[in-house]
């Protein structure tokens, strides 16, 4: 009987903790790895889905609920991990790749439970780049309430290429991306293939932009023509 509890314990209680204070203790040593969390997390999701698809529409169906339910999701442990990720990604998204340093500082320290957004600021050598959407104003003044859409549309082709191309985007400023490759502490191969990566990288922004069925589809606005 001891032996049963202790199997539950560890899988119900001491596993699931010990996992949270692992991605906790990941996410202060460096907060944008967060955002890996997140996209493995996304991704085992969606393999669950589509596991359970295939599984519904197979002959053993009746025996679904013996063998393929997932009784993680129903566990507080499962939603305050997922939660952790959310809260570390959001923080990653909102004080970019040049305010990690904030975000792992004010997580390391547990005297108090205190924010200091101060924290003395470090020399950081990096290759920075800048994407500009033209006549954003026009844009703007055309589109009105879908301007959002159209700006999250470029942002998705902007961030999917950096991220690809071992970058990250710093900050956006209405009709402006500001990329960034850090270099500090690579030697200099890596620094000239990092400087190589970047050229590419806006220039392969630049043929996406143009080349994107879905913003294709803005040449053919009225509004836009005739401006």
Request: proline letters at 3%; aromatic letters at 4%.
């Amino acid at each position: 009987a001891s032996l049963l509890f202790s199997r539950d314990a560890n899988q119900l209680v001491l596993k699931p903790v010990e996992q949270m204070i692992t991605k906790v203790e990941a996410i202060r040593d460096d907060p944008l790895v967060a955002m890996k969390m997140a996209d493995d997390e996304f991704k085992r999701e969606e393999m669950l889905r589509m596991k359970s698809a295939k599984l519904e529409s197979s002959p053993a169906r009746f025996c679904k609920k013996l063998w393929a339910r997932d009784r993680s999701n129903l566990m507080e442990t499962v939603i305050l991990e997922k939660t952790i990720i959310k809260l570390g990604s959001l923080l990653a998204l909102g004080f970019g790749e040049a305010g990690t340093n904030i975000v792992s500082s004010n997580m390391s320290g547990a005297s108090t439970s205190g924010v200091n957004a101060t924290i003395e600021g470090s020399r950081v050598d990096c290759i920075i780049g800048c994407a500009r959407i033209r006549n954003f104003g026009t844009a703007t003044e055309v589109l009105q309430g879908k301007v959002m859409t159209f700006v999250n549309q470029v942002a998705e082709i902007v961030h999917g290429i950096v991220d690809q191309f071992s970058g990250a985007v710093n900050r956006n400023a209405g009709e402006t991306f500001l990329v960034i490759w850090r270099t500090a502490g690579a030697p200099k191969e890596d620094v000239t293939k990092l400087a190589e990566m970047s050229v590419i990288a806006l220039a392969r922004i630049l043929a996406s932009v143009h080349t994107s069925p879905v913003l294709a589809a803005y040449r053919q606005h009225p509004g836009l023509q005739q401006r």
